[in-house]
């Protein structure tokens, strides 16, 4: 920074100078001040969203710098919202970004009293190995009379309401063919 | 130059301080009829400018859990439970077995509880009488003591009652107190007319946190320095409407250049009052009132002591603004006094 | 709607500031009551009550929208000569069988058809909550019925409908529902006034009203007034369901539910649908109208998408692979199994039992006694950490040295690191874009579930066994891409849209589904969604650029289709009821239907025509037939098939009550669905003895600040911030009968649990005058467990089981329970207190009386 460029940064040089001779306006205004853009407008890339909560469907605009997600605001496109979000939606990107988000397998063994850590392939096959076992030990092949039953009662799960559509299909696909019967999300609650 | 009404009066700020060809002064209208208290301009706002949490304190002041505006939250709903009534076609508890009503007394337990909001002065202990008065809105007879909830003294049955919501925000007042006692330049005016502390420049003196009449500013701890909304600076800048509003569900925040805001404020009173809303008032709208209006006013249903605002903001001084951080402390009539001796210090 | 769906709550405020009356009615006054023009506060449970005496204040004073009445509902119809009513039988129907406790429904048919419920097997329809399976369409009917438009006929379903709710007063709305009468009459006049061809009324409920025992009747009551004042069918009408989580709808239409198959085909079941044609003529119902008569090429193209090349006509698509249910196989009973030692593994996917559902002492007991349990979510969740930091730790109930249950926690992918489709609570549904990769060890569920299934099909690649062949024959080949080797979202939803086999065509209607194994399609009533191989869901046509319908935004099932059964919204002889109210109508030069939504109707059928004689199908829908879906083309105010509980919406007190029924008799849903399980248990309510012992009514739902059981919410620093406490809000009054204080501390006990939240006292809570009884009612949030930033004890602890027999959902919006002030005993001290508490309200097991009228006995007897 040259001497004179310095000197007309330096607000009292402006005040005096400039039109703000109280020197509350535009001659207080800082580099950093005067610099300033919406980080909206720096974003490396932008995805249209929906909000994650209620039913509402609410659209979102993602926006992501440098690899993290730096905003997540309405859309106002969106026939249903108009751009409007309400708290937990405003509050999208505080829940993807949380600190106390879990982004490691966690494991606890039978009698354990506290976590420990597990490569996630490693879990992968674990579960597969597990979920193999309880099918087989519950098996049944028919009824008392011979209709076919071809299932599993030994094997459950919960969840889904919060998931996409592609998601779920394959859930109840897999556990289909597999036998598993008692396959139940929030829509029973 | 220095003119008479730069310091008073009405007055376009922007050019006054200096912005050549300075856009449409921008502010906001907060229409509280229509809010629904959902908060969701609390959290847009810190997610859009990363203001720190302000405490996980339940505060029994109905559903505010945020206390005041601090400078850990720039926008602040204040939730206020009265025994009024609300313009509803049958009162809400017509015909129910009710006693007297206990939003005075639940008003008074929790403005004598504090909560640490990780800011100075942020949100000391308020005055019990006074928030009952704020709850029980200006007919309320007395005070309900100290028996528990429930057994207060006052009318015999509560069929009345309303809900009142309202989103806070600083006012960005055409003659900013704040600003004219910066010793740094910190706070300055923008080609918005708003008000904005530069976080580059403040170097946390405090001068600002007294000169607010309406309390808003604060100082966050750790890091001294006084932070406030800045009405999306950046945002602005960008052409972009700031965050709070951009989310508000039913559109009780309103932003856009204020001379339309203030019309359409102008209509919304008309059009309550043609509803059988006579209540129904605006708030920090007036040009000739003693802050020369604000960048951010408000359409009210109730005097504005109740929602913790000064009923006539021209006085600056040391310990009286802080006084109204806490939504009902204040509800005792203040006198005005001098803004002057302030004034002089920035020039 | 604005404390729950704020945002959608803005179009509620255009309403009303074109003019729209609010109604709200709530046990507590909530931030939606504050913006209301009316509020009513309620006593839970009473909906029926409250409706019904709409309904009868409807036909009381002839303000039935006649001719929409006439000509789009059965109000004409005839019913059985055998059917008799709650009015002559103290609450119950005819057809009551007390040892199953369910409904034989030959009584119940239309006149000349009795013979239809021939083949029911009500307690097989309860165990498999088959009424789900007719959220897209009604239960079988013949198409020809009897009819008496002059509504005259004793037996026609107006006269008996009047008859039914006749004793739904004014008087016995207050008595019931503590609504004064001036206030309900108020309700009644602005819904009726505002009914009719020029204006329409629109009903809107949270889900909290199918957490009853008589759920599905709540929302059977709103259609019947909808359907009374022409409500359906047209814009700004209709029963609005806000469901609250994104994808709920969508996991309903692709179900993770248990007795479903995707596009509401059923489950099969193990004596009913041995074979494919027993199963798809379990659907279609041969011989009768409408559009199901295509479930065989359904069925077929759902097999067929599942088992691709493996699925032939020769060997019926392999259904012979699908499981087959014996019975309930739903998340409760699933739960009680867990506690008796019959399930190995659960998964859970996004969700939280340990807090969100109801009884979470038996939901954590039961995860306590698998062999492995895998936990996927954003967060550490209670349901994750039951073993070391639950309730029953802390009493020493849960010991974790002794429970050997294996937990596996796998992060998942938040909803901007995946792409795919939600269907929201309209039917819409919207794609999202992927912003960015999930972090280190998060993935997606398709990439578990893909991953897995990989897994486990290579680990049987050389089976022989006949129980492997439906997971090697499996079409699981879905294209990956990235580093993660992240399945693709799009390839799954073109396999939802279904495709031309030999071509792989994306289909653009499910019209185009085929039963000789031509076609494959995951999902029927999702076919478009991928039509011309373009990704509807994922258009995006700003607002400003297309009409209000906005139809080019995402993509609704059916046909993108925005409202059901617009048909209606057209007078019988096409022309739109009214200008102001026209929506979709029949253009008589091009001879089609048209309008601004898709009609829902087939295209050039003339409002005129009417099927010859012994047509079936779609042919046999007639030109006025508006209700396509339904069996005899009418929109039902009595539902002659197809509810466990009734033809017709009738008052029961909830399962826990401390009130008798005013209105009958039978105190509660008598066919409600009951488990007797020692871990269970139901307070005692009217005629038992000991009701004194839980004298308190408490309600449960959302605050706007939070999200369900917590998971998404109090892990949140913003959101956790807004509402950081567990609290419970009282009246005044209550407050100063039981010495509670303000910001003090109360404990709540009921047969299960108790638990300690801080108070409230506040205005927005009442106490009801019932028959001059004054009734206390208590509202906390549901919302908080022991994980995350804010925490606290969670409120469905205090929940029994006791479902709604027609959906198997759980009665989890009213209980009854005692309240006191201070905190609660911590440890054995806490099990003793519920102890003496169940000593006291006599729970020494077994299940509550059932039937409290002798009528039945005089019906079976």
């Given at each position: 920074m040259g001497l004179k460029t310095f000197i007309e940064g330096w607000p009292v040089y402006r005040q005096l100078t400039g039109t703000d001779p109280l020197g509350r306006g535009a001659a207080a205004q800082s580099a950093r001040s005067a610099a300033l853009t919406a980080r909206t407008e720096t974003a490396d890339c932008m995805a249209r969203s929906v909000c994650p909560y209620c039913a509402v469907g609410c659209g979102q605009r993602v926006f992501v710098k440098d690899g993290r997600v730096t905003q997540i605001e309405g859309d106002p496109d969106s026939p249903i919202s108009r751009g409007r979000l309400c708290p937990k939606g405003s509050a999208s990107k505080n829940l993807v970004t949380s600190p106390l988000r879990q982004t490691t397998v966690r494991y606890r063994r039978p009698y354990a009293t506290e976590w420990e850590d597990l490569d996630l392939d490693t879990a992968l096959d674990m579960i597969a190995d597990r979920v193999l076992a309880a099918r087989d030990a519950t098996w049944e092949d028919t009824d008392e009379d011979g209709r076919p039953l071809n299932r599993t009662l030994g094997i459950a799960s919960l969840g889904g309401a919060t998931l996409d559509n592609e998601e779920n299909y394959i859930i109840k696909k897999l556990f289909t063919a597999l036998g598993a019967l008692q396959i139940e999300n929030q829509a029973r609650i | 130059m220095i003119e008479a009404n730069s310091l008073y009066g009405p007055l376009d700020p922007a050019p006054d301080a200096g912005w050549v060809e300075a856009p449409a002064r921008m502010g906001f209208f907060t229409d509280t009829s229509v809010c629904i208290g959902c908060k969701a301009c609390e959290v847009a706002c810190k997610e859009w400018n990363g203001v720190p949490d302000s405490g996980f304190d339940l505060l029994g002041m109905s559903y505010d859990n945020t206390g005041a505006l601090t400078a850990n939250s720039w926008r602040h709903v204040a939730f206020i439970e009265q025994p009024r009534p609300a313009g509803h076609r049958t009162p809400p508890f017509a015909g129910d077995p009710t006693g007297a009503a206990a939003s005075p007394g639940s008003a008074a337990a929790a403005a004598g509880t504090a909560a640490d909001t990780g800011t100075n002065p942020g949100l000391p202990p308020g005055r019990p009488e006074a928030a009952a008065r704020m709850a029980a809105g200006p007919d309320f007879l007395g005070m309900p003591g100290s028996q528990p909830p429930g057994r207060a003294t006052g009318p015999e049955s509560r069929t009345d009652f309303r809900w009142l919501m309202m989103s806070d925000v600083c006012k960005h007042c055409t003659h900013a107190a704040c600003l004219d006692v910066c010793p740094t330049g910190s706070l300055f005016r923008t080609e918005f007319g708003t008000v904005v502390v530069q976080e580059d420049i403040c170097n946390g003196c405090g001068y600002c946190i007294a000169a607010c009449p309406y309390g808003v500013i604060d100082q966050r701890k750790g890091d001294g320095r006084a932070w406030k909304c800045t009405l999306c600076y950046d945002?602005?800048?960008?052409?972009?409407?700031?965050?709070?509003?951009?989310?508000?569900?039913?559109?009780?925040?309103?932003?856009?250049?204020?001379?339309?805001?203030?019309?359409?404020?102008?209509?919304?009173?008309?059009?309550?009052?043609?509803?059988?809303?006579?209540?129904?008032?605006?708030?920090?709208?007036?040009?000739?009132?003693?802050?020369?209006?604000?960048?951010?006013?408000?359409?009210?249903?109730?005097?504005?002591?109740?929602?913790?605002?000064?009923?006539?903001?021209?006085?600056?001084?040391?310990?009286?603004?802080?006084?109204?951080?806490?939504?009902?402390?204040?509800?005792?009539?203040?006198?005005?006094?001098?803004?002057?001796?302030?004034?002089?210090?920035?020039? | 709607m604005a404390e729950a769906h704020p945002v959608g709550f803005q179009w509620v405020m255009e309403a009303k500031l074109r003019g729209a009356k609010v109604f709200h009615v709530d046990p507590r006054f909530t931030r939606t009551s504050a913006l209301a023009d009316t509020y009513l506060p309620i006593r839970a449970g009473t909906d029926i009550a409250l409706l019904g005496g709409i309904v009868r204040y409807i036909l009381d004073n002839e303000l039935d929208f006649r001719e929409y009445v006439l000509a789009y509902t059965n109000a004409a119809t005839i019913v059985s000569e055998e059917f008799a009513d709650t009015e002559d039988l103290d609450g119950l129907f005819s057809g009551y069988d007390p040892k199953t406790n369910t409904y034989g429904t030959r009584s119940w048919q239309y006149a000349g058809h009795e013979q239809n419920a021939g083949t029911r097997n009500a307690h097989k329809e309860r165990e498999t909550a088959a009424g789900l399976r007719h959220e897209s369409h009604g239960m079988p009917v013949g198409g020809r019925v009897q009819r008496d438009e002059t509504l005259q006929h004793p037996r026609c379903v107006y006269q008996i409908l009047k008859r039914h709710f006749a004793r739904y007063?004014?008087?016995?709305?207050?008595?019931?529902?503590?609504?004064?009468?001036?206030?309900?009459?108020?309700?009644?006049?602005?819904?009726?006034?505002?009914?009719?061809?020029?204006?329409?009324?629109?009903?809107?409920?949270?889900?909290?009203?199918?957490?009853?025992?008589?759920?599905?009747?709540?929302?059977?009551?709103?259609?019947?007034?909808?359907?009374?004042?022409?409500?359906?069918?047209?814009?700004?009408?209709?029963?609005?369901?806000?469901?609250?989580?994104?994808?709920?709808?969508?996991?309903?239409?692709?179900?993770?539910?248990?007795?479903?198959?995707?596009?509401?085909?059923?489950?099969?079941?193990?004596?009913?649908?041995?074979?494919?044609?027993?199963?798809?003529?379990?659907?279609?119902?041969?011989?009768?109208?409408?559009?199901?008569?295509?479930?065989?090429?359904?069925?077929?193209?759902?097999?067929?998408?599942?088992?691709?090349?493996?699925?032939?006509?020769?060997?019926?698509?392999?259904?012979?692979?699908?499981?087959?249910?014996?019975?309930?196989?739903?998340?409760?009973?699933?739960?009680?199994?867990?506690?008796?030692?019959?399930?190995?593994?659960?998964?859970?996917?996004?969700?939280?039992?340990?807090?969100?559902?109801?009884?979470?002492?038996?939901?954590?007991?039961?995860?306590?006694?698998?062999?492995?349990?895998?936990?996927?979510?954003?967060?550490?969740?209670?349901?994750?950490?039951?073993?070391?930091?639950?309730?029953?730790?802390?009493?020493?109930?849960?010991?974790?040295?002794?429970?050997?249950?294996?937990?596996?926690?796998?992060?998942?992918?938040?909803?901007?690191?995946?792409?795919?489709?939600?269907?929201?609570?309209?039917?819409?549904?919207?794609?999202?874009?992927?912003?960015?990769?999930?972090?280190?060890?998060?993935?997606?569920?398709?990439?578990?579930?893909?991953?897995?299934?990989?897994?486990?099909?290579?680990?049987?690649?050389?089976?022989?066994?006949?129980?492997?062949?439906?997971?090697?024959?499996?079409?699981?080949?879905?294209?990956?891409?990235?580093?993660?080797?992240?399945?693709?979202?799009?390839?799954?939803?073109?396999?939802?849209?279904?495709?031309?086999?030999?071509?792989?065509?994306?289909?653009?209607?499910?019209?185009?589904?085929?039963?000789?194994?031509?076609?494959?399609?995951?999902?029927?009533?999702?076919?478009?969604?991928?039509?011309?191989?373009?990704?509807?869901?994922?258009?995006?046509?700003?607002?400003?650029?297309?009409?209000?319908?906005?139809?080019?935004?995402?993509?609704?099932?059916?046909?993108?289709?925005?409202?059901?059964?617009?048909?209606?919204?057209?007078?019988?002889?096409?022309?739109?009821?009214?200008?102001?109210?026209?929506?979709?109508?029949?253009?008589?030069?091009?001879?089609?239907?048209?309008?601004?939504?898709?009609?829902?109707?087939?295209?050039?059928?003339?409002?005129?025509?009417?099927?010859?004689?012994?047509?079936?199908?779609?042919?046999?829908?007639?030109?006025?037939?508006?209700?396509?879906?339904?069996?005899?083309?009418?929109?039902?105010?009595?539902?002659?098939?197809?509810?466990?509980?009734?033809?017709?919406?009738?008052?029961?007190?909830?399962?826990?009550?401390?009130?008798?029924?005013?209105?009958?008799?039978?105190?509660?849903?008598?066919?409600?669905?009951?488990?007797?399980?020692?871990?269970?248990?139901?307070?005692?309510?009217?005629?038992?003895?000991?009701t004194d012992v839980f004298p308190y009514v408490f309600t449960v739902s959302r605050l706007t600040e939070h999200h369900t059981a917590g998971g998404m919410s109090r892990m949140v620093p913003r959101l956790a911030e807004l509402q950081p406490a567990m609290f419970v809000e009282v009246s005044p009054e209550l407050a100063g009968e039981l010495g509670l204080a303000h910001l003090g501390w109360a404990h709540l006990i009921s047969g299960r649990a108790a638990i300690e939240a801080q108070v409230l006292v506040t205005d927005r809570l009442t106490p009801l005058r019932l028959d001059g009884r004054v009734i206390h009612q208590v509202w906390l949030p549901y919302h908080f467990g022991r994980e995350g930033i804010v925490t606290g004890d969670s409120v469905n602890d205090l929940f029994g089981i006791t479902l709604d027999p027609n959906v198997l959902i759980q009665e989890s919006k009213v209980g009854t329970c005692d309240i006191r002030p201070g905190r609660r005993p911590t440890g054995a001290a806490l099990l003793e207190l519920v102890d003496d508490y169940r000593r006291r309200a006599g729970l020494t097991g077994g299940r509550p009386p059932i039937v409290t009228t002798d009528a039945s006995e005089r019906e079976v007897g």
């Amino acid at each position: 920074m040259g001497l004179k460029t310095f000197i007309e940064g330096w607000p009292v040089y402006r005040q005096l100078t400039g039109t703000d001779p109280l020197g509350r306006g535009a001659a207080a205004q800082s580099a950093r001040s005067a610099a300033l853009t919406a980080r909206t407008e720096t974003a490396d890339c932008m995805a249209r969203s929906v909000c994650p909560y209620c039913a509402v469907g609410c659209g979102q605009r993602v926006f992501v710098k440098d690899g993290r997600v730096t905003q997540i605001e309405g859309d106002p496109d969106s026939p249903i919202s108009r751009g409007r979000l309400c708290p937990k939606g405003s509050a999208s990107k505080n829940l993807v970004t949380s600190p106390l988000r879990q982004t490691t397998v966690r494991y606890r063994r039978p009698y354990a009293t506290e976590w420990e850590d597990l490569d996630l392939d490693t879990a992968l096959d674990m579960i597969a190995d597990r979920v193999l076992a309880a099918r087989d030990a519950t098996w049944e092949d028919t009824d008392e009379d011979g209709r076919p039953l071809n299932r599993t009662l030994g094997i459950a799960s919960l969840g889904g309401a919060t998931l996409d559509n592609e998601e779920n299909y394959i859930i109840k696909k897999l556990f289909t063919a597999l036998g598993a019967l008692q396959i139940e999300n929030q829509a029973r609650i | 130059m220095i003119e008479a009404n730069s310091l008073y009066g009405p007055l376009d700020p922007a050019p006054d301080a200096g912005w050549v060809e300075a856009p449409a002064r921008m502010g906001f209208f907060t229409d509280t009829s229509v809010c629904i208290g959902c908060k969701a301009c609390e959290v847009a706002c810190k997610e859009w400018n990363g203001v720190p949490d302000s405490g996980f304190d339940l505060l029994g002041m109905s559903y505010d859990n945020t206390g005041a505006l601090t400078a850990n939250s720039w926008r602040h709903v204040a939730f206020i439970e009265q025994p009024r009534p609300a313009g509803h076609r049958t009162p809400p508890f017509a015909g129910d077995p009710t006693g007297a009503a206990a939003s005075p007394g639940s008003a008074a337990a929790a403005a004598g509880t504090a909560a640490d909001t990780g800011t100075n002065p942020g949100l000391p202990p308020g005055r019990p009488e006074a928030a009952a008065r704020m709850a029980a809105g200006p007919d309320f007879l007395g005070m309900p003591g100290s028996q528990p909830p429930g057994r207060a003294t006052g009318p015999e049955s509560r069929t009345d009652f309303r809900w009142l919501m309202m989103s806070d925000v600083c006012k960005h007042c055409t003659h900013a107190a704040c600003l004219d006692v910066c010793p740094t330049g910190s706070l300055f005016r923008t080609e918005f007319g708003t008000v904005v502390v530069q976080e580059d420049i403040c170097n946390g003196c405090g001068y600002c946190i007294a000169a607010c009449p309406y309390g808003v500013i604060d100082q966050r701890k750790g890091d001294g320095r006084a932070w406030k909304c800045t009405l999306c600076y950046d945002r602005l800048g960008a052409g972009m409407t700031p965050a709070c509003a951009q989310a508000c569900p039913t559109e009780s925040i309103q932003f856009g250049p204020l001379d339309e805001l203030r019309e359409r404020a102008a209509q919304r009173v008309a059009a309550l009052h043609d509803r059988g809303v006579p209540e129904a008032r605006l708030y920090g709208h007036d040009p000739t009132d003693g802050v020369g209006g604000d960048g951010a006013f408000f359409l009210l249903l109730d005097e504005p002591e109740v929602y913790g605002l000064p009923p006539d903001p021209v006085v600056t001084t040391r310990d009286l603004p802080k006084m109204w951080k806490r939504a009902g402390v204040a509800a005792l009539a203040m006198a005005a006094a001098a803004v002057a001796a302030f004034v002089g210090g920035s020039s | 709607m604005a404390e729950a769906h704020p945002v959608g709550f803005q179009w509620v405020m255009e309403a009303k500031l074109r003019g729209a009356k609010v109604f709200h009615v709530d046990p507590r006054f909530t931030r939606t009551s504050a913006l209301a023009d009316t509020y009513l506060p309620i006593r839970a449970g009473t909906d029926i009550a409250l409706l019904g005496g709409i309904v009868r204040y409807i036909l009381d004073n002839e303000l039935d929208f006649r001719e929409y009445v006439l000509a789009y509902t059965n109000a004409a119809t005839i019913v059985s000569e055998e059917f008799a009513d709650t009015e002559d039988l103290d609450g119950l129907f005819s057809g009551y069988d007390p040892k199953t406790n369910t409904y034989g429904t030959r009584s119940w048919q239309y006149a000349g058809h009795e013979q239809n419920a021939g083949t029911r097997n009500a307690h097989k329809e309860r165990e498999t909550a088959a009424g789900l399976r007719h959220e897209s369409h009604g239960m079988p009917v013949g198409g020809r019925v009897q009819r008496d438009e002059t509504l005259q006929h004793p037996r026609c379903v107006y006269q008996i409908l009047k008859r039914h709710f006749a004793r739904y007063t004014p008087e016995m709305v207050e008595r019931t529902c503590g609504i004064p009468q001036e206030k309900f009459l108020e309700l009644a006049r602005a819904w009726t006034e505002n009914s009719g061809r020029e204006r329409t009324g629109v009903l809107i409920y949270s889900v909290g009203w199918t957490q009853h025992s008589v759920g599905v009747q709540y929302i059977r009551t709103g259609a019947i007034i909808q359907l009374l004042l022409g409500n359906m069918g047209r814009p700004g009408g209709g029963v609005l369901a806000l469901r609250g989580h994104a994808s709920i709808q969508g996991s309903t239409d692709i179900p993770t539910l248990f007795n479903l198959l995707p596009g509401y085909l059923p489950m099969p079941h193990h004596t009913d649908h041995v074979t494919f044609t027993d199963w798809v003529d379990s659907i279609r119902h041969p011989g009768q109208k409408g559009f199901w008569d295509d479930a065989r090429a359904f069925g077929a193209s759902l097999l067929k998408a599942y088992w691709g090349d493996a699925a032939t006509p020769e060997n019926d698509f392999c259904y012979g692979y699908l499981p087959r249910m014996t019975g309930d196989h739903g998340t409760y009973q699933t739960v009680l199994n867990m506690i008796d030692g019959k399930v190995k593994g659960y998964f859970l996917l996004g969700q939280n039992p340990a807090v969100g559902s109801a009884h979470g002492k038996a939901q954590r007991l039961g995860m306590a006694n698998l062999d492995w349990l895998v936990v996927r979510d954003l967060f550490m969740i209670e349901s994750a950490t039951f073993w070391k930091n639950s309730p029953e730790v802390e009493t020493g109930e849960i010991v974790p040295e002794e429970c050997r249950t294996e937990v596996f926690f796998l992060p998942a992918a938040s909803h901007v690191e995946k792409e795919g489709t939600f269907t929201q609570t309209q039917r819409l549904l919207q794609w999202r874009e992927k912003a960015l990769d999930p972090p280190a060890d998060a993935r997606s569920e398709l990439w578990f579930f893909f991953h897995l299934g990989r897994v486990i099909r290579e680990k049987l690649a050389g089976s022989d066994r006949p129980r492997d062949r439906a997971v090697r024959d499996l079409t699981w080949d879905y294209p990956t891409h990235g580093d993660l080797a992240e399945p693709s979202a799009e390839a799954v939803l073109k396999e939802i849209n279904g495709y031309e086999v030999a071509t792989g065509r994306p289909l653009s209607s499910f019209t185009e589904a085929k039963d000789d194994g031509s076609t494959a399609v995951g999902c029927w009533i999702y076919t478009g969604v991928y039509a011309d191989g373009v990704n509807q869901a994922a258009r995006r046509k700003s607002r400003h650029d297309q009409d209000w319908v906005a139809a080019e935004w995402g993509w609704a099932w059916p046909a993108n289709r925005r409202i059901l059964y617009n048909r209606a919204s057209a007078a019988p002889d096409g022309r739109p009821w009214s200008e102001r109210k026209k929506y979709v109508w029949w253009d008589a030069d091009k001879g089609e239907w048209t309008g601004y939504d898709v009609p829902d109707f087939e295209k050039k059928k003339p409002p005129t025509y009417r099927p010859p004689e012994g047509t079936t199908g779609v042919a046999g829908l007639a030109g006025d037939d508006a209700f396509i879906m339904q069996g005899d083309g009418k929109g039902w105010l009595y539902v002659p098939t197809g509810l466990q509980d009734g033809p017709m919406p009738t008052h029961y007190e909830p399962a826990e009550s401390p009130v008798r029924n005013p209105l009958y008799g039978q105190q509660a849903n008598p066919t409600r669905k009951v488990y007797d399980n020692p871990v269970n248990s139901v307070n005692p309510s009217p005629p038992q003895e000991h009701t004194d012992v839980f004298p308190y009514v408490f309600t449960v739902s959302r605050l706007t600040e939070h999200h369900t059981a917590g998971g998404m919410s109090r892990m949140v620093p913003r959101l956790a911030e807004l509402q950081p406490a567990m609290f419970v809000e009282v009246s005044p009054e209550l407050a100063g009968e039981l010495g509670l204080a303000h910001l003090g501390w109360a404990h709540l006990i009921s047969g299960r649990a108790a638990i300690e939240a801080q108070v409230l006292v506040t205005d927005r809570l009442t106490p009801l005058r019932l028959d001059g009884r004054v009734i206390h009612q208590v509202w906390l949030p549901y919302h908080f467990g022991r994980e995350g930033i804010v925490t606290g004890d969670s409120v469905n602890d205090l929940f029994g089981i006791t479902l709604d027999p027609n959906v198997l959902i759980q009665e989890s919006k009213v209980g009854t329970c005692d309240i006191r002030p201070g905190r609660r005993p911590t440890g054995a001290a806490l099990l003793e207190l519920v102890d003496d508490y169940r000593r006291r309200a006599g729970l020494t097991g077994g299940r509550p009386p059932i039937v409290t009228t002798d009528a039945s006995e005089r019906e079976v007897g």
